[in-house]
C-alpha cells in the first residue's frame, strides 16, 4: 500500500498500556466480521448448544451502568513496542482514511459524517457495550460509537488466518468502520428487526456483508483520492476476507460447515460483497437487507 498521502486521524483514544477494571454486564458489541480468537470459541459453543449471546453482539444494545473510560482501573502506561507503534500509526492512517472518505461520500448526499474515534487498546477495555477482550478480535461499539482493536491481533491475522499484508489489515479496520456507517444511517435497525438469530440469510450475516461491501466501497474511493493501491493488495483484502469466513473457521474448528449457525457469511460471500464495494464504489449497492441472494 501507498501511504504517503494518507492523512493520520486524530480522533484517538489511545489505551495501549493500560489495564481494565473489569467488566460487569455481558458484552455487546459489533465483533468483527468472524475476527480474532473468539470466532472459536463462538463455532465450539455451536456446536455444543451453548449460548453465545455472551460472546458476540447480535445486534444488541448497550447496558446501562457499566464502568466506562481509561480511568477504571488503569495500571501506569507501559511503552509500545516499536512494532505495535508502527501498527499504532498505520491505523491512523487507515482511519483517517475512512474519515476523509465518509465525509465526502455523506456530503455528497447532503449529510454531515460524524467519525467513530479509534481506539487501540491492550488486553482488555471498558466500553459503553460491556468489557472489551483482545480475544474479539477488533469490534465496533455502537453506544459509543468507537471502533476498537487489540493492534497485536494483526500478528494474528496473518499467523493464524494466513492473511499478511497492509492491506488485509486496512480491511479489517475499514469492515469496522462499515459498521460505524450502518449504525449512523439506521441499517443496524433493520437487522434487528430481522431478529438476532444466526443463520445463513439472517441479520446478522446480512449487516456483516454489508460491512464487507462498506470496506471495498472505502478501497475504491481511498484509491481515487491517493492511490492507495500497488500490485497484490486486492488479493491480500481478498484472502482475508476469505480466511474469516464462517465455512472457512468452521471446517478449521468443527471439521464440518453449518449454515443455519453462519453469523458473518462464507467466504465466498464476503469476497463478493467486498468486491461490489470495491468495484462500484457506490454504498447503494451495498443493499444487503434487500437481496435475495447472498
Same mark, same amino acid.
Given at each position: 500500500m501507498r501511504l504517503d498521502d494518507l492523512r493520520p486521524t486524530e480522533n484517538v483514544d489511545d489505551r495501549r498500556g493500560q489495564g481494565s477494571g473489569g467488566g460487569r454486564g455481558r458484552p455487546m458489541m =459489533?465483533? !468483527? #466480521?468472524g475476527l480474532g480468537l473468539v470466532a472459536f470459541i463462538v463455532i465450539a459453543l %455451536? /456446536?455444543? !448448544? #451453548?449460548?453465545?449471546? #455472551?460472546? %458476540?453482539n447480535q445486534l444488541g444494545g448497550a447496558q446501562s451502568g457499566l464502568p466506562y473510560g481509561p480511568g477504571q482501573g488503569q495500571t501506569q502506561n507501559q511503552? /509500545?513496542?516499536a512494532e505495535d507503534q508502527a501498527s499504532y500509526e498505520f491505523s491512523r492512517? =487507515? =482511519? !483517517?482514511?475512512?474519515?476523509d472518505v465518509w465525509t465526502q461520500i455523506f456530503a455528497a448526499a447532503g *449529510?454531515?459524517?460524524?467519525p467513530a474515534t479509534f481506539t487501540p487498546f491492550s488486553g482488555a477495555t471498558q466500553t459503553r457495550c460491556g468489557q472489551g477482550e483482545a480475544m474479539m478480535g477488533p469490534f465496533y461499539c455502537?453506544?459509543? @460509537? $468507537?471502533?476498537? =482493536?487489540? %493492534?497485536?491481533?494483526f500478528n494474528e491475522l496473518a499467523t493464524r488466518f494466513g492473511a499478511p499484508g497492509q492491506f488485509a489489515q486496512a480491511y479489517v479496520l475499514a469492515h469496522e468502520v462499515g459498521h460505524h456507517i450502518q449504525n449512523l444511517t439506521g441499517q443496524m435497525d433493520k437487522a434487528q428487526a430481522m431478529g438476532r438469530g444466526a443463520g445463513a440469510s439472517g441479520g446478522s450475516v446480512r449487516l456483516e456483508l454489508q460491512a464487507d461491501c462498506y470496506a471495498g466501497v472505502w478501497a475504491y474511493h481511498a484509491n481515487q483520492q491517493a492511490h492507495i493501491l500497488e500490485p497484490g493488495d486486492v488479493e491480500q483484502g481478498l484472502a /482475508?476476507?476469505?480466511?474469516? #469466513?464462517?465455512?472457512?473457521?468452521?471446517? *478449521?474448528? @468443527? !471439521? $464440518?460447515v453449518a449454515p443455519d449457525s453462519f453469523t458473518h457469511g462464507s467466504g465466498e460471500q464476503r469476497v463478493r460483497w467486498f468486491r461490489k464495494g470495491l468495484s462500484s464504489g457506490d454504498m447503494s449497492q451495498c443493499d444487503t437487507f434487500s437481496a435475495r441472494a447472498l
Open positions: =459489533i465483533g !468483527g #466480521g %455451536l /456446536a455444543n !448448544g #451453548g449460548d453465545v449471546g #455472551g460472546l %458476540l511503552p /509500545a513496542s492512517k =487507515i =482511519i !483517517g482514511s475512512t474519515e *449529510q454531515r459524517y460524524t455502537p453506544a459509543d @460509537q $468507537r471502533v476498537y =482493536i487489540d %493492534l497485536k491481533f /482475508a476476507a476469505t480466511a474469516v #469466513g464462517d465455512d472457512t473457521l468452521q471446517r *478449521q474448528t @468443527q !471439521g $464440518r
